[in-house]
């Protein structure tokens, strides 16, 4: 008994050390930078709001850095600049693994904890990925367009070569694998540019001689509003469209019915925790040189899912809602 009493008294003596240190850890010298490409994406902005209001709370400084368009070479660049700062921490969206990868191994090396978010880098020295389960988020786009084309049907899909728009368009795969009715005839890349998406769109619903086209999916946030917008010119009402994403816009196409639905993704949660994150590490640090990723005693997961879920017309204004409310404060 006098054993446990001693442990409930240290337990409380160590919460109420780390409350008061954790009031006065942070200085102006804390930064944290976000490295992702397309960065005036609505997805982005809400991944950025993420971020200051995490910053906001420690007293730290944030920064996003990255170009406009899609441009993962320009990525790169921006995520070398941002390690000559010396930051606290980095979080990066990769757009290309390959690219990315040296640049995440040698961040490591130099004492800079890297974690990414939204889309991944698995086999580099990262400390782990927090974002989508994207095998799930496909899974469930593929149930909806199964059960909205009673299993059968045409199915073209917009994308961009990233890790976590791959897993998206396998999780949709695995849901259309013991179902041959349903055929993908084409996986388009958008290269970055949602116009491309809205081109492609009209050349289904308006060429002779190609195949009709069922479904329209979107693996990205940008493309859901350009297909919507060539489907609405060609009256094709009788076209499915899923969607990725919850920006306005996306929302405002489901309310309305031109969209069917949209996978809904956590950008705000995402940069909220990774900062939480990083901030952690900075002032509990641990031996970067580490691999933890193979370690049964490491001091990190090695994914940390922020959530998933289907939005339609019948919780379409919950969304609209919570957009409301974060906007309004």
């Not at 368009?69 to 921006?78: G, I, L, M, N, R």
């Not at 390959?98 to 904890?113: T, V």
């Amino acid at each position: 008994m006098k054993l446990f009493v001693r442990i409930v008294v240290l337990a409380s003596l160590a919460v109420t050390i780390s409350l008061l240190v954790g009031c006065s850890r942070h200085d102006n010298n804390e930064r944290y930078i976000l490295v992702t490409v397309n960065t005036k994406l609505p997805y982005w902005q809400t991944a950025a709001a993420g971020l200051a209001n995490s910053a906001a709370q420690f007293g730290v400084k944030m920064d996003i850095r990255g170009p406009e368009t899609y441009d993962p070479e320009a990525q790169v660049k921006e995520f070398r600049d941002a390690m000559a700062l010396k930051p606290s921490g980095i979080l990066v969206s990769v757009a290309d693994t390959g690219l990315m990868q040296p640049a995440i191994n040698d961040a490591i090396d130099a004492g800079i904890p890297v974690i990414t978010i939204d889309s991944d880098a698995p086999a580099s020295k990262r400390l782990y990925f927090i974002g989508t389960n994207n095998l799930q988020a496909g899974r469930i786009g593929g149930q909806r367009v199964l059960e909205k084309l009673h299993g059968k049907g045409n199915v073209v899909f917009y994308t961009m070569p990233q890790t976590n728009m791959d897993e998206r368009l396998k999780g949709y795969k695995d849901v259309f694998a013991d179902h041959p009715a349903i055929k993908i005839v084409e996986v388009f890349n958008i290269k970055g540019d949602a116009g491309n998406a809205f081109d492609r769109t009209q050349h289904w619903l308006t060429e002779k001689g190609v195949d009709h086209i069922d479904a329209f999916v979107c693996l990205e946030a940008s493309s859901g509003k350009d297909v919507a917008e060539a489907v609405r010119r060609n009256n094709a009402t009788d076209r499915l469209i899923v969607a990725m994403d919850t920006d306005e816009a996306t929302l405002n196409l489901v309310k309305s019915g031109i969209i069917d639905s949209t996978i809904s993704q956590k950008p705000y949660t995402m940069a909220y925790y990774g900062l939480k994150q990083l901030d952690d590490i900075h002032h509990y640090p641990v031996d970067l040189k580490k691999d933890f990723s193979t370690n049964s005693f490491s001091p990190f997961p090695r994914f940390v899912d922020t959530g998933v879920s289907l939005v339609d017309k019948v919780n379409v204004d919950l969304y609209l809602q919570a957009r409301q409310e974060a906007e309004a404060k």
